[in-house]
């Protein structure tokens, strides 16, 4: 049987030592021990890396050895008294194991995709970015999850092109899609821009912004209108009447948007909450502007 084991990890292994009786022997020296190690290649590296030896109980050891190489390893182990010939393992060694993955979105392929997502300033891993890897023709998607605190999601995928779409609303900018080949066994590395939406022209307006994307999680270029519903706009600052409508476009590349809007609590509406309503493309929904310098619109905008 070969045990399973991941490169420049520590592989495990126990073994019992019986004497010719069949009873197991206890107290052997750890410098009895000697052993050959073999590569992948064949080769024997016991000059190069280390096994150590622990004893266990009731004649039980453990041998320790760290790998540093993908593909198939072999130790055999010897004690001069009770095992001349040796004791053999052998240990199929991959760059991961199935246990770092995230099981629920692993994707349908057999080769392992380790996708790393970094600041573009920094290079400090971003975690909690949502992933997904489409076909190239972005209509199916393969694999989605998010990124661990390292920055990184593992996905099983077969050979090929696809495309990935990466995002973390509100918090950084990325590219859209981003291209991946997968050849073998994978590792990429994306960056994303911190999302900084500015600062505000004066105390009594609040920056809102967003992002508007197709139903691939593509950028899409759309109209944006907010207006104030009704006629409460006048304001507490200034006595004369307010404008009741902005509009901007998104951003066809990226798909952001921000427009400076007057908060609500600067009107002098009484007992009554001024509410904007929103027009991006075909949807409408309505929300009240906050006393805050910037807003993520969808944290305001009504279900």
Same mark, same amino acid.
């Given at each position: ?10 592989? !495990?292994?126990?073994? &019992?030592?019986? +004497? =010719?009786?069949?009873? #197991?022997?206890? /107290?052997?020296? %750890?410098?009895? *021990? ?78 392992? !995709?380790?996708?790393? &997502?970094?600041? +573009? =300033?920094?290079?400090? #891993?971003?975690? /909690?970015?949502? %992933?997904?890897? *489409? ?169």
């Amino acid at each position: 049987m070969i045990d399973l084991g991941k490169i420049n990890t520590p592989i !495990v292994d126990d073994f &019992v030592i019986l +004497d =010719n009786s069949g009873n #197991p022997v206890t /107290g052997i020296p %750890v410098g009895n *021990f000697t052993y050959k190690l073999y590569d992948p290649t064949g080769s024997e590296v016991s000059g190069s890396i280390t096994a150590t030896f622990t004893e266990l109980t009731n004649g039980h050891y453990r041998v320790t050895f760290t790998p540093n190489l993908v593909g198939t390893w072999t130790i055999a182990v010897y004690e001069p008294t009770y095992k001349p010939e040796g004791l053999r393992g052998s240990y199929q060694v991959f760059n991961q194991l199935f246990d770092d993955i995230n099981v629920d979105n692993l994707g349908p392929g057999n080769q392992l !995709v380790t996708i790393t &997502v970094e600041d +573009d =300033n920094t290079t400090d #891993p971003i975690a /909690g970015v949502y %992933v997904q890897v *489409f076909n190239t023709a972005l209509t199916t998607q393969q694999a989605f999850g998010f990124t661990d605190v390292n920055g990184q999601i593992v996905f099983s995928l077969f050979d090929g092109d696809y495309k990935v779409v990466l995002t973390k609303i509100g918090s950084y900018v990325f590219t859209v899609p981003e291209d991946l080949t997968v050849n073998g066994t994978t590792s990429v590395t994306y960056q994303g821009t911190y999302f900084n939406p500015g600062t505000p022209s004066s105390p009594e307006v609040c920056i809102v912004y967003g992002w508007t994307y197709d139903i691939n999680g593509s950028p899409i270029s759309e109209e944006v209108t907010a207006r104030v519903v009704g006629d409460d706009n006048f304001l507490i600052s200034n006595p004369l009447i307010s404008g009741t409508e902005s509009t901007t476009t998104s951003d066809a590349t990226t798909g952001y948007w921000s427009m400076e809007l007057i908060k609500s609590g600067q009107y002098a509406s009484g007992d009554r909450t001024v509410i904007y309503e929103f027009e991006i493309g075909d949807m409408h929904r309505t929300g009240i502007i906050p006393d805050a310098a910037t807003c993520d619109a969808a944290d305001i905008l009504d279900p």
